[in-house]
């Protein structure tokens, strides 16, 4: 089973990838069996802590947004991240073939290496049950930087890239998801002033 991954990526991420490289699962597998999985536990755990636990500020009163505004926002997140997920492998097969890389003609490798990258930051997501914007925002940054470290040790491993040449491709790969940052929160604008800004209520 794929989730067997997820210890790995912790305790011996290079042994681990090179069993997801000898793997060459299909991305629609990976989605289905692993990204689609754990992705969830940001969108689930966010939606109990915002609607059944709440948040303060300082001494302020209690804050929780409404179920019926936080369920299409985390319906959102969720599909984000998925598509996330998948650009950024997109991008990462597509500009391996200026690296050197054993590129794969339906993006295996570099949807793989995002999927196994992120593990972190999936993980991260059990945090959002304890809404404390300080500590969330310690752990998620804890969690990017781990990831980023993943995806630097997996890129000689999965894609067949010299280590030379990770420095630099990593960098590209950084830049592309910080321009998919940037854009997701263009998109979160939108789509509020659509109508899907949260409802908040306190007390």
Not at 190 to 196: L, Q
Request: hydrophobic content about 50%; proline content about 6%; some cysteine.
């Amino acid at each position: 089973m794929l989730l067997s991954h997820v210890l790995g990526m912790f305790t011996h991420p290079d042994e681990e990838w090179s069993h997801i490289k000898k793997e060459h699962k299909s991305p629609l597998l990976v989605y289905g069996a692993y990204v689609g999985i754990l992705a969830l536990i940001s969108p689930i755990c966010a939606y109990i802590a915002t609607t059944q636990i709440g948040w303060q500020v300082g001494s302020g009163p209690l804050t929780k947004l409404t179920p019926e505004s936080a369920l299409p926002l985390v319906v959102l997140t969720y599909i984000a991240m998925l598509v996330g997920v998948f650009s950024l492998g997109w991008a990462i097969d597509w500009m391996s073939k200026n690296y050197g890389s054993h590129h794969d003609n339906y993006f295996a490798y570099g949807i793989a290496l995002t999927a196994y990258s992120c593990t972190p930051l999936f993980l991260a997501g059990f945090v959002l049950l304890y809404p404390e914007p300080i500590v969330n925002t310690l752990v998620f940054l804890a969690a990017a930087g781990y990831t980023g470290y993943l995806m630097y040790d997996g890129l000689p491993i999965v894609l067949g890239i010299e280590k030379e040449r990770a420095i630099p491709f990593s960098g590209a790969i950084l830049t592309v998801a910080l321009v998919y940052l940037v854009v997701t929160r263009v998109g979160t604008v939108i789509v509020w002033s659509m109508g899907f800004a949260p409802q908040f209520v306190t007390g």
